[in-house]
């Protein structure tokens, strides 16, 4: 019984041994760096003035490292991105998307599309709703939309209460309470990011000066839709008198508003508008945009502070289509890929006070679009039915949220 229990002794040791030197002889692999590299992509970042060739490392849904050159060994995963465009994820500041409460005709309604049906595919990480709720039903709209997106969802709020449900709701001036929308605002710091006022049709400032009032109590900027052309409330007056700096006049190119003052030359008033510090949005829509207005604009070197689409269900299927799709006009238009980039990602960004979104600094959120520039020959119509040819058009490869690949054209970030 002895002898059998050293024998057991003795292969248990020898095992032990071998395992031993097993261990020493083959070291665990070295943790890596980044949880994802993007490499070979060129890189346009606005706020950090990059416009060059670039690898961007990402770990733990942050910006870890923007270089010339990022080792693959360094990375648990790499996406070859070569011939491609990486930027920050658009941030898309006219968007409608209070979808799902079943009202007909209503952008608290079926006029709206979910963030997440479009937002991914275009290269979007944010899109801000452009006053579906007022301070009535914001908070059906945080739960029923903003709570439950993938997309980053961000809010102007609209000066009527019940916010943009059509007809006689819009048009009524006893539910454009600058108190109630201002104290709502600043129930949601940083999640209402404006007050905005649209579709008036009637002769009176109220809905803008209810807007600006809403805006100045809660120290966030307004925009306006300025409706029907009226001749008792003047474009002029509006971006030269009513207007804060800071505050956003969206529908810029529509030319059904007073933006032009004679054929194929710009109002003067939008000049000293600028001037005095108020800013400039394309909002393209279903109806906003004209190239006999976007052209001597562009010409006269009017160019727009920030690109954004007015995605709803009747602009998306129009000449809208997409962010990237407006972006491929303005390309048309002579302005350089990367002034089109900063348009749609940092200048937006700034424009609703979020200084973290539109850049991909290191210790960033890591949302980051990958773009194609296709080469070709693509029709470009606007909202009149004007068309334009181009020879390249921008879409939409990759699409990275907070570190995870959320949209993938190609199968690019499929490992091999």
């Known amino acids: 019984m002895r002898l059998v229990r050293l024998a057991r002794l003795a292969r248990f040791a020898t095992a032990l041994a071998v395992a031993l030197a097993l261990t020493r002889s083959t070291p665990a692999a070295p943790a890596t760096k980044y949880d994802l ?6 890189l346009i970042d606005a706020r950090n003035g990059i416009n060059a060739r670039r690898d961007v490392a990402i770990l733990a849904g942050k910006i870890a490292a923007v270089a010339p050159m990022i080792d693959r060994a360094d990375a648990e995963q790499a996406i070859d991105v070569t011939g491609l465009y990486v930027v920050p994820g658009l941030v898309d500041i006219h968007t409608h998307v209070y979808a799902g409460t079943g009202e007909k005709n209503s952008y608290a309604g079926d006029l709206s599309v979910y963030p997440d049906t479009f937002a991914p595919r275009t290269g979007i990480t944010t899109v801000v709703d452009a006053g579906s709720s ?6 059906d709209f945080k739960q029923r939309i903003i709570d439950r997106s993938t997309t980053r969802v961000l809010a102007f709020l609209n000066i009527v209460g019940h916010g943009m449900r059509g007809g006689a709701f819009e048009q009524d001036l006893t539910d454009m309470a600058a108190r109630p929308a201002a104290d709502m605002a600043r129930r949601f710091p940083g999640l209402i990011v404006g007050i ?3 579709h008036y049709s009637g002769p009176e400032w109220t809905p803008v000066e209810h807007a600006v009032e809403a805006g100045t109590l809660a120290h966030i900027p307004v925009m306006v839709d300025f409706g029907s052309n009226r001749p008792e409330r003047p474009l002029a007056d509006l971006v030269t008198k009513k207007l804060r700096p800071g505050d956003i006049y ?7 508003r007073g933006e032009l003052a004679s054929p194929g030359h710009l109002n003067p008033a939008l000049f000293e508008g600028r001037k005095r510090g108020v800013i400039f949005d394309v909002g393209h829509g279903a109806t906003s945009f004209a190239w006999q207005v976007a052209e001597p604009a562009i010409k006269e070197q009017f160019l727009p502070d920030s690109i954004s689409s007015d995605f709803h269900l009747t602009s998306m299927n129009g000449a809208m289509k997409d962010l990237p799709n407006v972006m491929s006009k303005f390309l048309a238009l002579g302005l350089s890929l990367d002034q089109v980039v900063q348009r749609a990602t940092w200048n937006a960004a700034r424009e609703i006070n979020q200084d973290a979104l539109g850049h991909l600094s290191i210790g960033a959120g890591a949302d980051v679009a990958v773009l194609r520039l296709e080469k070709g020959t693509f029709g470009l119509p606007d ?4 068309r334009r040819d181009a020879s390249e058009r921008l879409v939409c490869e990759l699409t990275i949220k907070n570190g995870k690949v959320v949209y993938d054209l190609n199968g690019i970030a499929i490992r091999r």
């Open 37 to 42: 590299v993007l490499r070979g992509g060129h």
């Open 134 to 139: 007022g301070w009535r039903n914001f908070e």
């Open 196 to 198: 905005k006022t649209a």
């Open 250 to 256: 969206t529908h810029v190119y529509s030319g059904i």
């Open 383 to 386: 909202s009149h039915g004007t």
